[in-house]
């Protein structure tokens, strides 16, 4: 009688009770399931730089192509500071204070662009191209990994900025899900560049 009864649920229409009792945000739990297939792209990309690491050896990188990693240093901290203004931006609007809601967003595009002008220029003054060493091909693929992910980020988030200065979201909790998830998947950018750095310019 209870699969007869179950049969005559689903036949209604309702949906499973698991479904309808769960209190998840369908966009947060897919940007979520999003950042843990990014974390297994950016794990193979982080296998290729171990396993050429040990084949390899030390020094690395090879000599004559030395990485800049005081101005990656500084890059990284602008980076970094980045995440501070978007959090900076989703309190703001939480609490309805437009002014720092639009300026945090402001800041945090400002601060992301900064940071991937300097990259490409790092690219530019390296002296040396993918193709001269396997170090330098993995070195180029894992930060153009991240760099593309930082591209989207922007996109992303000057789309939020254009719908913020018309006046929409808001400091109801289904008012502001458009910044934080957007947040999220930034905050997300920011922790894989810690790795990202650590692992090629420090280790």
């Known amino acids: 009688m209870e699969a007869h009864a179950a049969h005559d649920d689903h036949s209604e229409g309702h949906m499973p009770v698991a479904n309808s009792s769960a209190n998840v945000n369908r966009e947060w739990l897919g940007m979520v399931l999003f950042i843990t297939s990014e974390l297994m792209l950016f794990g193979s990309f982080f296998a290729a730089y171990f396993f050429i690491r040990v084949v390899q050896g030390d020094p690395w990188m090879p000599e004559g192509q030395e990485l800049p990693i005081y101005v990656a240093l500084a890059n990284s901290a602008i980076l970094f500071s980045s995440s501070a203004t978007m959090h900076w931006a989703l309190e703001g609007i939480k609490h309805n204070n437009r002014k720092a809601f639009k300026t945090g967003l402001v800041l945090t595009i ?28 993995v070195f180029f693929s894992l930060t153009g990994l991240h760099g593309a992910h930082v591209v989207v980020g922007l996109i992303i988030l000057m789309v939020v900025a254009n719908r913020a200065f018309k006046g929409h979201y808001g400091p109801e909790k289904e008012k502001h899900w458009g910044v934080e998830i957007p947040g999220l998947y930034w905050h997300f950018v920011d922790v894989m560049w810690l790795f990202v750095f650590t692992t090629l310019y420090v280790l």
């Open 110 to 137: 400002l601060l992301g662009a900064t940071f991937f002008g300097i990259q490409i220029s790092e690219y530019v003054h390296l002296g040396f191209l993918p193709k001269d060493s396997a170090q330098a091909t």
